[in-house]
């Protein structure tokens, strides 16, 4: 039985006001040749707690698409309790970040990351400002 | 210490046009059988932007309200932005897929996936075409 | 090389009718200091299937707004396919709970939780009773 391995990655990306979707998919393969993991499991989680990341097509048009579809399920433009005390403007940024997820794991096969042809892994910024966004990498696996 | 193992499998669905909603419980049971893991974590990820996990009630009725609450969420006949490129018709697939997510972390105890009663792991097609669905299985504990 | 641990532990919360939403942070952090490990990953899964976890600024304001989008997306009020076959009155809760997802996936770097200052990890109850939920932890990495 071959003994488990554990590696750590890091990719900090600059974002616009939200929401602004970024692909971080050659981050997280760079990761992986790092680590000389084969097989196993990659965990990304966005830090802070109006980020999200999820797996899409990054081609402009579904970026846009989902933009859209994440505005409509918390608009900007509606009241919100955090509002009332924070004023900071972003209450609709906590929600959408919250329904969407902090994390996703993308299996490891063959040194490579598993995913549809035209599937990424994307990193989100809801936040009604511009913001360095940091996502936490975790491989785990046999070399 | 014990020492941790690791093992992979993989299941393929042949699943209906979207929303189509199936079952994957019993085929992460046999992997978790194969595998001689007793206790630890198994990740589930669909392969492709059109497909998504998540875990729910099996019984027809909330599979109905689910694809009723997805088809809600992103409807199939609004504009896309992705359609004006690529004329693919499963714009709102994509958006579907991105909000649900690509992948579920499930514990296993004493040999067994610990989910609720009435909790099983499901495969979301939203594809507006039949697909066979890649869902990639990564289990990682000590035997 | 250092080898990899794994540790076991489970939050048991006593939650109001949904949706509730409570702060597990701590919980997790404990998990975290009994296991000894320094860097790896901790996996959070709710067991049952009108229960969810996500991670969020836990402020009374947020916890608010929260609870309200997720009463839209599937709102109590309107008809379930699920209330025909069972009567139990929760079919919104396990619509919403699907869409949220039932698991998390949280870095651990130098023996801490990898959160954002205001980002705390929550367990919903979504279901339209009280309930105690039983959150899952499983920690992998190296002491």
Known sequence: MKALSIH???VEVEMNTGVD????TNY??????ESNIMDGNLSAAVVGSTGSVTTIEYE?????????A????????QEYEHEKAWH??????????????SSVS??????????GTWQQVVVINHDNRSRKRTVQ???IGTQ
């Open 8 to 10: 750590f990655g890091k």
């Open 21 to 24: 979707i970024k692909d971080i």
């Open 28 to 33: 997280l393969k760079a990761s992986i040749r």
């Open 60 to 68: 402009p048009g579904v970026v846009e698409d989902l933009k859209k």
């Open 70 to 77: 994440i505005n409509r399920i918390a608009p900007p433009d």
């Open 88 to 101: 900071d403007g972003n209450g609709h940024s906590h929600v959408q970040a919250a329904l969407i997820g």
């Open 106 to 115: 993308v299996p490891v096969r063959k040194g490579e990351l598993v995913l």
């Open 137 to 139: 990498i975790t491989i």
